[in-house]
């Protein structure tokens, strides 16, 4: 027997009352679970949205970086046509187009002993520092004479490329 039907036999309540009680717990409690559900549904709710503004906080950082990675590819690209063109230019103002000759020129490109046939007069403008040999890259032709001024340029641009240029000879 519960406190319900003990408090009817007792007469201190009528069973309509015991009926209306039971009836006004069993109201509360539905009206308490769905408090508690609305509580869990607004927590859950809660942390989606503060999820959401994480990742957007994420995204937004690493937009950034790439942005950032991206500036910084363009900047290097740049560079690189930049000294492609000086590069381009040392070697198309500078170059002495009739080198070639009947004079052994020999010298040392790395730890390679090289020969190169020249002119004397051109001979002469590699000794005095007038003149300088570079690399060309092409296994056809790998080395070219530039003269002395453009050859400095090289050297700045691409100082990989320059073979020998010695320093200018002074007023005799």
């Given at each position: 027997?519960?406190?319900?039907?003990?408090?009817?036999?007792?007469?201190?309540?009528?069973?309509?009352?015991?009926?209306?009680?039971?009836h006004q717990?069993?109201?509360?409690?539905?009206q308490?679970?769905?408090a508690?559900a609305k509580?869990?549904a607004q927590?859950?709710a809660?942390?989606v949205?503060?999820?959401?503004e994480e990742?957007?906080?994420?995204?937004?950082?690493?937009n950034r970086?790439?942005?950032?990675?991206?500036?910084?590819?363009?900047?290097e690209?740049?560079?690189?046509?930049?000294?492609?063109a000086?590069?381009?230019?040392?070697?198309?103002d500078?170059?002495?187009e009739?080198?070639?000759?009947l004079r052994?020129?020999?010298?040392?490109?790395g730890?390679r002993?090289e020969l190169?046939q020249?002119?004397?007069?051109?001979?002469?403008m590699?000794q005095?520092?007038k003149?300088?040999?570079?690399?060309?890259?092409d296994?056809?032709?790998p080395?070219?004479?530039?003269?002395?001024?453009?050859?400095?340029?090289l050297?700045?641009?691409?100082?990989?490329?320059?073979?020998t240029?010695?320093?200018?000879?002074?007023?005799?």
């Open positions: 027997m519960d406190l319900k039907d003990q408090l009817v036999k007792a007469g201190l309540v009528s069973a309509k009352q015991a009926r209306q009680t039971a717990e069993r109201v509360e409690r539905k308490d679970r769905g508690d509580r869990e927590a859950r809660e942390e949205l503060r999820q959401k990742q957007r906080v994420r995204d937004q950082a690493l970086e790439r942005l950032a990675q991206q500036a910084e590819g363009e900047r690209a740049q560079a690189g046509q930049r000294r492609q000086q590069i381009e230019s040392a070697l198309r500078g170059r002495i009739s080198w070639s000759g052994s020129y020999y010298f040392q490109d730890t002993l190169l020249v002119s004397d007069e051109v001979a002469r590699l005095d520092g003149a300088a040999i570079v690399r060309t890259f296994p056809r032709a080395y070219t004479v530039l003269q002395a001024g453009p050859a400095q340029r050297r700045e641009a691409a100082p990989e490329r320059i073979v240029l010695h320093a200018a000879a002074g007023p005799a």
